[in-house]
T-cell receptor, first 110, second 111 residues
Framework: DVKVTQSSRYLVKRTGEKVFLECVQD?????MFWYRQDPGLGLRLIYF???????EKGDIPEGYSVSREKKERFSLILESASTNQTSMYLC?????????FGDGTRLSIL | GQQVMQIPQYQHVQEGEDFTTYCNSS?????IQWYKQRPGGHPVFLIQ?????EVKKQKRLTFQFGEAKKNSSLHITATQTTDVGTYFC???????????FGQGTILTVHP
């Protein structure tokens, strides 16, 4: 079974802090994705990566960056957290289809 | 860019009633996928449809892909309390397995 592990289930940070969300997958998948999930808006793609050190912007990349130094790990970085980035963040990985999701990180920015 | 609209946003049913959620894309899709997210859980893949007019069944769940490959539906017959959750459609066919998700339909089943 594919295992996608997100480092924290819940996280509380302050406005202006630099925040790191980590995601690790154990299936040697090429593709990894970061989404945020908000009520009524579904899952919106922030960034994705199709190989080590390769990344592409999704639909809502503003205020975020990513890092993929190793194939199994994909990090989401909030450069200077703001209250409108309070959300559920989901990581996913895939080789082709389907996508396999982690349990999510509920991030609160105070 | 590609947009996928899903309706309704909420559906409350009595146990035993049927349920349907609909998905419409602004562009032709090469495939459509359906995911289910239980309360407190993460999205889990249900099925993928690829062919125009395709219909697939999983027990009480019936999935359809439109002839123009721009719309899809999920129908659940005789809902059970175990069906509660949010159902997402997701349009595929772009590079690297990237998906565009609909807003999701939250299904509540009253016993």
């Amino acid at each position: 079974d594919v295992k996608v592990t997100q480092s924290s289930r819940y996280l509380v940070k302050r406005t202006g802090e630099k925040v790191f969300l980590e995601c690790v997958q154990d299936m040697d998948h090429e593709n990894m994705f970061w989404y945020r999930q908000d009520p009524g808006l579904g899952l919106r793609l922030i960034y994705f990566s199709y190989d080590v050190k390769m990344k592409e912007k999704g639909d809502i990349p503003e205020g975020y960056s990513v890092s993929r130094e190793k194939k199994e790990r994909f990090s989401l970085i909030l450069e200077s957290a703001s209250t409108n980035q309070t959300s559920m963040y989901l990581c996913a990985s895939s080789q082709r289809e389907p996508q396999h999701f982690g349990d999510g990180t509920r991030l609160s920015i105070l | 860019g590609q947009q996928v609209m899903q309706i309704p946003q909420y559906q409350h049913v009595q146990e035993g009633e049927d349920f349907t959620t609909y998905c419409n894309s602004s562009t032709t899709l090469s495939n459509i996928q359906w995911y289910k997210q239980r309360p407190g859980g993460h999205p889990v893949f249900l099925i993928q449809l690829v062919k125009s007019g395709e219909v697939k069944k999983q027990k009480r769940l019936t999935f359809q892909f439109g002839e123009a490959k721009k719309n899809s539906s999920l129908h659940i017959t005789a809902t059970q309390t175990t069906d509660v959750g949010t159902y997402f459609c997701a349009g595929g066919g772009t590079s690297y397995g990237k998906l565009t998700f609909g807003q999701g339909t939250i299904l509540t089943v009253h016993p």
